[in-house]
């Protein structure tokens, strides 16, 4: 009877653990699929890249513009403004546009629109059953059509980042224009305080957001079972999946990123 | 399954251009049919939609803004302490948790908890035809099927963002005080709530609010107008969830701007 009600109550539990088990086997298996020759994916690496290039640029642009200008553009020049130090928003921008909303929102439009666009690519062929046709021609699915989209989200993801962040530090502009002020100020702020470590922390973090969804969408893409409505769960699930993974990771990244780079908090 | 070279640079914009205003109709009818009362036959319907919502979505919605709460709390910590002033990692994480991250955190979840969810539920309904079989016995499917998820989302969603902000909040403190440990409880406390009033929190709470809304009516458009089979399902899964994901974002900007745009509310100067 208590055994029962034990597993009664740990079954969620269990079939989450699975799941993650499962993701750390597909996430090892892709790796090593994706260095041991041969190369056979070089094609589909390009069409993938091209494909999330095209797909996110637009919502990419419109979110970090819209983010960075109303939340660390106009609330901290708001507080900035009663005390008559506007300049200051440029050094608070290294904080925002470049440690922390770049990388995050990149991996949120990028999760919203390439994940789930993989997740219901590769469901839908799971559901009509293509994935077991090539296992049966001797085709590797992992090798095949896992790591061509692990390495383009994780080039695509870093190289975005990039752009989100010219697309935020464009909003903090803005916001100074808005304040009437001239921008000189801000650009000496911003780059007496940003530095190297804050541009390959950003960037390495959004690598491996990257990554991060990769493997979630694709896990759950492959996984899908039960027809129609099967297809559409499975992107509901690898979006939840993995923008909770994605911010918990960020969360211990910068936690780690900034106590061991003491040299990032001081102000200039 | 559209291939890599089929779509071209600016499809994107295009087709929000073409949705836009299929969107706006559908919208409309919506929130009307639940405004004047109409969603009241079917009220059976929406409190199960309530219940799903609760015991589906709850604690994804408070362990998300939990996370966001305590990066909200390390990164004011470590700002303030290259300022000099430790103790104004408060201020930080009263404007950051309550003004902008939560609506956010609490956009970005509900957009792909609850909007993919529904759409994936009225896609497959649409495809296996089970909504013209509503029409057939004579229930009006916009009503039943869209305009109870919008009552229940109304009804369900003010509470669960009201407990997401003392969890964040919970959360912040947790990192601020114990985590990176630079200021004492009282002083962190101090700041924290000499920044932040309860307009704030109104103002806070009708920008979650109105991104909830047009993310459930994102949501049963998509859902509602799919096809193509179990492809098409999956594929207007991932369009909706574009869409909300930049709706989320202009809200946001649009609440900020209007809320805070000319006075930032803080208690500094004359």
Redesign the interface.
């Known amino acids: 009877m208590s055994d029962t009600a034990i597993a009664r109550a740990f079954l969620p539990a269990k079939s989450a653990f699975e799941q993650v088990g499962n993701m750390m086997i597909l996430t090892t298996r892709t790796i090593a699929a994706a260095v041991r020759p041969p190369y056979p994916f070089g094609e589909e690496l390009v ?2 890249l ?2 999330v290039l ?2 996110s ?3 990419l642009l ?2 970090t513009f ?2 960075c ?3 660390p553009g ?2 901290a020049a ?2 900035l ?3 008559g130090a506007l300049d200051r928003l440029g050094g ?1 921008f290294v ?1 925002t546009a470049i ?2 909303i770049g990388p995050l ?1 990149t991996a ?2 990028v999760a ?2 390439a994940g ?2 993989i ?3 590769l ?3 799971k ?2 059953e293509e994935l077991d046709a090539l296992q049966v021609l001797g085709v590797d699915p992992i090798k095949n059509l896992v790591v061509p989209r692990f390495l383009a989200l994780m080039i695509i993801t870093g190289l975005l980042d990039i752009f989100a962040i010219v697309f935020g530090l464009s909003a903090g502009i803005a916001a100074e224009l808005l304040y009437d002020q001239p921008l000189g100020g801000f650009f000496a702020t911003l780059f007496a305080n940003a530095s190297i470590t804050d541009l390959w922390g950003s960037v390495l973090m959004c690598t491996l957001f990257g990554a991060i969804i990769a493997v979630v969408c694709s896990y759950k893409g492959m996984t899908a079972t039960g ?10 699930q690898a ?2 999946i993995s ?2 993974a994605v ?2 990771f ?2 211990v990244f ?2 780690i990123l ?1 106590a061991t780079n003491p040299e ?4 200039r | ?1 559209r ?3 089929s ?7 295009r087709g929000w251009l073409d949705a836009v205003g299929e969107l706006a109709r559908f919208g409309s009818r919506v929130a009307g049919l639940v405004y004047s009362g109409r969603v009241l036959k079917f009220f059976g319907e929406s409190l199960r939609q309530a219940g799903i919502l609760i015991l589906g979505s709850a604690l ?1 919605i408070w ?2 803004v939990f ?2 709460g ?2 909200c709390g ?2 004011g910590a ?2 303030f ?4 002033v430790p103790a104004y990692a408060g ?1 930080f994480a009263a ?2 948790d309550l ?3 939560l609506p ?1 955190a609490f956009g ?2 509900l ?3 609850v909007g ?2 529904i ?3 009225l ?2 309904m649409r ?2 035809d089970e909504i013209d079989a509503l029409e057939v016995m004579g229930i009006e499917p916009v009503t039943f099927l869209a305009a109870t998820r919008l009552l229940a989302a109304w009804m369900v969603l003010p509470f669960l963002y009201l407990a997401g902000i003392g969890i964040m909040y919970a959360a912040s403190y947790l990192a601020v005080v114990e ?1 990176i440990a630079d200021v004492s409880s009282g002083g962190y406390l101090l700041i924290f709530w000499t920044f932040q009033n309860p307009p704030d929190l109104i103002f806070s709470l009708i920008k979650g609010m109105v991104m909830a809304t047009a993310i459930v009516i994102v949501g049963c458009y998509y859902g509602y107008t799919a096809s193509g ?3 098409g ?6 369009q909706s ?2 869409v ?3 709706l989320v ?2 809200i ?6 209007v809320f ?2 000319a ?2 509310r ?1 208690p ?2 004359g």
């Open positions: 069409g993938q091209l494909f095209k797909l640029w637009f919502p419109i979110s819209a983010l200008l109303g939340a106009l609330q708001g507080a403004s009663l005390f608070f904080l440690r922390w929102v949120v439009v919203g629109v789930t666009a997740t219901a690519d469901g839908a062929r559901i009509r027809g129609a409505a099967g297809v559409g769960r499975a992107v509901n979006v939840v923008l909770v911010f918990f960020n969360y910068t936690a900034l990032l908090q001081t102000i | 399954m291939g890599a070279t779509i071209g640079w600016l499809d994107m914009p994804v362990a998300f996370i966001l305590l990066q390390i990164q470590y700002f302490r290259a300022q000099g201020l404007w950051c003004r902008e991250a956010y970005y979840i957009s792909a908890k993919t969810g759409v994936a539920e896609g497959a495809i296996s985590q089979g179990p492809v399902v999956g594929t207007a899964t991932a969830m574009v909300n994901i930049v974002h202009i946001g900007m649009l609440g900020t701007v805070w745009g006075n930032p803080a500094i100067g």
